[in-house]
């Protein structure tokens, strides 16, 4: 191979991490496998998603590339232009559907939230390394306030599945920056009775989910139709699946949003038990390597900002696939690197491009 | 340098101890991890394996629904095979109120695409308000082929509306055949619950409608057919996506009439504006030939529910076009009674043919005058003349010798006072007058100056024209009577298998035939030189006949029946019986045209036209005017 050929390999390839981009694809062509299904055979929404794909794959090499350092004075910008945006969308923001989750910045619409995700993990992630000589009580409640202001806006929006991710990863840094045991103990405790409030704050269409859940037949064409028909679809596909493309709560209309956020009920209809084995198996294996690069980064910040994503990520993957087979209540997360959709398949691999830069970026760091 | 040498050291200790308890905690999480893991996998376990059953029929219950097929209904042909009930495929607009929102609205944006009349919106109303909210129910009926192109085109702005293409059941012949053939209309509750009595509900999944009157309700069962079924496999919003497996439905059986249509417009149409009742039936095997009752009405109004409107002018007419004058009319027979009277004379032997009764034109009974209408008293009065001239005192004095009962006993085996069993509901059984009759009516004794009047047809005595009809053809037929029935065979259309309704003989009256000639003859002379001789004077054939008269309102002792001044309903009813030809009976016949006065002026000529028709083909150039 000539030269210059194989330096640009070694270019390309240098800062990503072979593991994890073998489960990434792995789990990518899963969906389009599903997508395809779901789509009944047409092939617009699949080379859409094929184009998502290739932008993803081209934010997580752009962010593999950047040395973590430079994110880490990114960190304090992106937050405080976050929750401006936030307090924005609250004043000025559009209302789509009800919830008021829009900003209309002059050339396009922009959902500020969304850029929350990433900027709260590395806020928080920027202000335990700042302070990780000296770590106090006092440290742990100013993250919590950084955590509950973006929370309680994003909350008000409404749009509770992304508030409770987003607190999920600052909750899951919090916890891997060392929160001492008694207060988890303590808030746990709080929790508990605090529920009652967080009920009242709810708002109807969100109690709704809950009681839903709680017994979906009570309103089997409203609500309760999504979680009925997805639990039929898993189901009724048994141990082997009724095969791809064969489907018939999938084909026949049966399943909402079947290539998004219930594209799990397609996959396990048509897959059984042994396609989701081998589906948790594959997430497993990914987010056991993000363990492993996680718990060999060389600096506080990289540590927490690697386990946060890491757990984020499985958090997504759990409370969709909880929600499709009827344990969650229905909230509006895709299924990780499988469900129709460009933002949340850029954002997940903006965070895979983040860990592959922490795994190999370490060298430079301890030389 | 102790510090020194401890401060480093310390450091490193620290961090290392720091990335250990960093560890433990990922150790823990990862512990939440494979933890939260291990339940979605039991959960899928569960649902996938354990519930498996469960759900697979779910998804089958959601996937496949079976729906009916509506068979067609059978055809009803009159004997020469004119059409009079049939089926034709046409466009319906037809609306679920319980997907279509405001109805009001939709029907009022409707209105601007296709023409919905107020007629429209009054019959769905009513059907509104008889049918559950998830059924849809047709807004307009019977659409052209642009009316269904534009709301095509609307469509999307119309949930819950839908165009149906249906068979729709037509009766060509309209009023003429109202009563006879009937007509269907959408199936009610209490139907629903017959059919369910009767097993027969699960066949009328997917039919909307159901044989109402005539033979459409008596011959329901052969009509309508069997339902098909269809299995398909259903999208989430009901649609069938492809066809599983289908039984096909088999196709109601055709109805063929001994009615002859012809014969029957041709008696429809002799009434002219007369109200009034023909029944007419072939004596040789009680196949019914005409049945007629005028006014009819048009049963295509029924079909697909009557508006509210339409509804009341036919109900609230004086002239009850929706009553079956032939089958349920009941009146006083009249004179026409004589010539049974005068078998059950000869029967019992109280009279010989021969003998002469005096007639000076009133019977005295108990103080009361029985009077003779006619100006001239007859004089001597044998019994053949007795029915030729229609001798009233003939038979108040044969009445008064043979008693009620006997009376009754003779008259029951001609069918008077007992239903026919004809093959439509909704016949009366008349009133034929007993002492037992009385008791059980009227919880009184019989009064032997009651009977006399019953000699003459009047009184209590009350029958329907099919019943004189039938008794009309018993005599024609020698004494042997058959049921009389409008339907000649059901033909399965597959198979083109007949199966005949049987001429049933009900009884053999047993007539000595030196008795029935004496009758018969008279009969033939009431034509000739009696009281109808005027209406078949130029008639090429013999045919035997006779007039009578039923009264309408008491006439007061000692005042006379005049009848310009007695109001128009009030008048008499006018009656003729006959059969023809007279040696060998093919038809025989009742009519009875209502407040039309002496039975030769109105009744008989309507006869004559039928029979005209029936034994020459000769059809009549106006409706039969009165003599």
Redesign the interface.
């Known amino acids: 191979m000539p030269f210059v050929l194989r330096r640009l390999l070694v270019l390309l390839t240098r800062h990503i991490d072979g593991v994890l981009l073998s489960a990434i694809l792995l789990l990518m062509f899963t969906g389009l496998l599903t997508l395809f299904s779901a789509a009944n055979g047409s092939f617009g929404r699949l080379s859409d998603q094929l184009i998502n794909m290739m932008v993803a794959l081209g934010v997580m090499w752009a962010f593999a590339n950047i040395p973590p350092h430079y994110l880490m004075r990114m960190a304090v910008p992106l937050f405080l232009t976050g929750c401006a945006l936030l307090v924005g969308v609250a004043l000025f923001g559009e209302i789509v559907n009800g919830a008021r989750r829009w900003l209309n910045i002059g050339i396009t619409r922009i959902q500020p939230s969304e850029l929350m995700k990433i900027a709260l993990p590395l806020m928080l992630a920027w202000y335990f390394n700042r302070n990780e000589a000296s770590l106090k009580l006092r440290n742990y409640v100013i993250a919590a306030v950084m955590l509950a202001v973006p929370a309680a806006l994003i909350m008000r929006q409404p749009d509770l599945g992304t508030a409770l991710l987003i607190s999920a990863s600052g909750g899951y840094l919090i916890f891997l920056a060392g929160l001492p045991w008694r207060i988890i103990i303590a808030l746990a405790a709080a929790a508990a009775a605090g529920m009652p409030l967080l009920w009242s704050l709810m708002h109807d269409y969100q109690r709704q989910r809950v009681l839903t859940l709680l017994d979906p037949g009570s309103d089997p064409l409203g609500a309760g139709y999504h979680t009925i028909q997805s639990t039929i679809a898993v189901g009724s596909g048994g141990v082997l699946g009724k095969g791809w493309m064969n489907g018939t709560q999938t084909h026949l209309d049966f399943i909402p949003e079947r290539t998004t956020d219930f594209i799990f009920a397609v996959y396990a209809e048509e897959f059984g038990l042994l396609g989701n084995a081998a589906l948790l198996g594959l997430y497993l294996f990914l987010i056991g390597r993000a363990m492993v690069i996680t718990a060999n980064a060389p600096t506080l910040f990289a540590r927490l900002l690697a386990g946060s994503i890491t757990l984020t990520f499985f958090t997504y993957a759990f409370v969709n696939m909880g929600m499709v087979s009827g344990i969650l209540p229905v909230v509006g997360v895709p299924l990780p690197l499988v469900s129709y959709g460009g933002t949340s398949l850029v954002s997940i691999c903006l965070g895979f491009g983040i860990l592959m830069s922490i795994n190999t970026h370490k060298k430079l760091v301890q030389t | 340098m102790s510090e020194l040498s401890i401060n480093p050291g310390i450091e490193i200790r620290d961090s290392e101890r720091?990335l250990q308890?960093?560890?433990g905690?990922?150790a823990l999480?990862?512990i939440f991890?494979?933890l939260?893991?291990g339940?979605?996998?039991l959960?899928?376990?569960y649902?996938?394996?354990v519930?498996?059953r469960?759900?697979?029929t779910?998804?089958?219950a959601?996937?496949i629904s079976v729906l009916p097929i509506a068979p067609h209904r059978g055809v009803i042909l009159d004997r020469n095979g004119v059409l009079l009930a049939h089926n034709y495929s046409a466009y319906t607009l037809e609306i679920t109120p319980s997907r279509a929102g405001n109805l009001e609205q939709t029907i009022d944006e409707l209105a601007t695409i296709v023409e919905i009349t107020p007629r429209d919106r009054r019959r769905f109303r009513k059907l509104l308000e008889e049918s559950k909210r998830f059924e849809s129910l047709p807004i307009r009926t019977r659409l052209s082929d642009e009316e269904i192109a534009r709301f095509a085109v609307h469509r999307y702005r119309f949930p819950g509306v839908e165009a149906k293409a249906r068979l729709f059941r037509q009766y060509p012949q309209g009023e003429i055949f109202s009563h006879v053939v009937g007509h269907i209309g959408r199936i009610n509750q209490r139907e629903i619950e017959q059919l369910e009595k009767s097993g027969r509900l699960a066949n009328y999944r997917g039919s909307d409608y159901i044989g109402k009157t005539g033979l459409e309700q008596s011959y329901e069962a052969a009509l309508h057919g069997t339902t098909g079924v269809e299995e398909v496999?259903?999208?989430?919003?009901g649609r069938a996506?492809r066809v599983l497996s289908r039984t096909p439905p088999v196709s109601g059986n055709n109805l063929v009439l001994n009615l002859d249509a012809k014969l029957q417009e041709v008696a429809y149409q002799a009434f002219g504006d007369r109200r009034g009742a023909l029944v007419a039936i072939d004596p040789r095997n009680g196949g019914v030939l005409a049945l007629v009752s005028k006014p009819g009405f048009d049963p295509n109004l029924f079909v697909d529910g009557i508006d509210p409107q339409s509804w009341n002018e036919l109900n609230g007419s004086p002239d009850k076009p929706l009553l079956n004058r032939a089958a349920a009319g009941t009146y006083p027979p009249g004179s026409t009674f004589k010539p049974f009277m005068a078998l059950a004379a000869l029967f019992y032997g109280k009279r010989s043919p021969q003998q002469v009764i005096s007639d000076p034109g009133y019977f005295m009974f108990g103080g009361h005058r029985f009077r003779d209408g006619r100006p001239v008293p007859l004089g001597a009065v044998d019994m053949h003349r007795s029915i030729v001239v229609s001798s009233d005192v003939y038979y108040y004095t044969l009445a008064n010798e043979l008693g009620i009962d006997p009376i009754a006993r003779f008259m029951e085996k001609f069918g008077f006072g007992s239903r026919t069993g004809i093959d439509i509901a909704g016949e009366s059984a008349g009133v034929l007058p007993s002492t037992e009759w009385k008791l059980r009516r009227f919880k009184q004794k019989w009064y032997a100056g009651e009977t006399i009047s019953v000699g003459i047809g009047q009184g209590y005595n009350s029958y329907t024209p099919l019943q004189l009809a039938s008794a009309t053809a018993t005599i024609a037929n020698d004494g042997v009577m058959y049921r009389p029935h409008i339907v000649d065979y059901v033909e399965d259309i597959r198979s083109g298998e007949k199966t005949p309704v049987e001429p049933k003989p009900l009884r053999d009256l047993a007539l000595k035939p030196e008795h029935l000639k004496v009758v018969k003859d008279a009969m033939v002379g009431v034509n000739k030189e009696g009281t109808s001789a005027r209406v078949f004077a130029d008639a090429p054939y013999v045919a035997a006949g006779k007039t009578g008269t039923a009264q309408v309102i008491a006439i007061k002792q000692g005042e006379k029946y005049v009848e310009s001044r007695v109001a128009e309903r009030h008048r008499d009813h006018a009656w003729f019986i006959v059969y023809a030809p007279a040696d060998n009976p093919t038809i025989a016949l009742a009519v009875i045209a209502e407040n039309s006065g002496f039975g030769a002026r109105a009744a008989a000529p309507v006869a004559r036209q039928v029979l005209d028709y029936h034994l020459l083909g000769k059809l009549p150039a106006k409706p039969a005017e009165a003599d």
């Open positions: 720091e308890r960093f560890r905690r990922l999480t990862g991890v494979l939260l893991f339940l979605l996998f959960r899928f376990a649902l996938q394996v519930q498996h469960h759900y697979s779910l998804a089958e959601n996937r496999e259903v999208d989430s919003g996506v």
